[in-house]
């Protein structure tokens, strides 16, 4: 089938890309309110913007609301964040953060994730996360307004944090690290099996 996406709604289009686009992996971002609420929220519009120097991007999809998610809100509030990365043995409990929960709730306490002090910043980090990038707010780039639009977050990576037990000949070893990546829908992909290709020259 072939779609003209001017002939579609904005849920349409969201499930043509989510569904296609995959696996997509996934940020698990932490931030704290001006108040002082400890907030976990997963985001799977996420990748590296660029290695040097070092800054991730994530969208935040904007709500039929209109009004900023807790952890947009937060970061442009405080201007820091931490991306957790997520293993299987973190998935569960990632799930459970994607609850709508109100702005004076923390995940953290409602999927029961055990937190640690981050080393840079205020906001707190999922202590058994593999990998951790402590982030200062660089930009956001707004792409559109409408519900199903995206606002782009640049942030810049200014602490990373990796497990020793994944941390082999100066790399992450990518065989132990475990990470889950979001399909369409309710589906979620495993790193079960790894295949290494040698680029050629």
Request: aromatic share 8%.
């Amino acid at each position: 089938m072939i779609f003209d996406t001017a002939a579609l709604d904005a849920q349409q289009k969201y499930q043509l890309l989510t569904g296609g686009i995959t696996p997509r992996p996934i940020a698990w971002i932490s931030t704290r309110s001006k108040a002082g609420v400890d907030n976990l929220a997963p985001y799977s519009f996420f990748t590296v913007a660029s290695c040097n120097p070092p800054v991730l991007l994530y969208t935040h999809v904007t709500q039929s609301s209109g009004i900023n998610k807790d952890t947009l809100q937060n970061l442009l509030d405080t201007k820091e964040c931490v991306v957790n990365i997520v293993n299987s043995g973190l998935l569960e409990q990632l799930n459970a953060t994607s609850a709508a929960l109100g702005k004076d709730d923390s995940e953290f306490s409602f999927a029961n994730v055990e937190a640690c002090e981050s080393a840079t910043v205020l906001p707190k980090s999922v202590k058994y996360a593999p990998v951790r990038y402590e982030c200062s707010l660089r930009e956001v780039v707004s792409v559109g307004s409408l519900p199903a639009g995206g606002q782009l977050i640049l942030l810049d990576v200014t602490f990373i944090y990796v497990d020793d037990a994944l941390y082999k000949n100066d790399t992450i070893d990518q065989q132990s690290i475990d990470t889950v990546g979001k399909m369409g829908g309710n589906y979620f992909s495993l790193t079960n099996d790894t295949l290494e290709l040698i680029r050629p020259k």
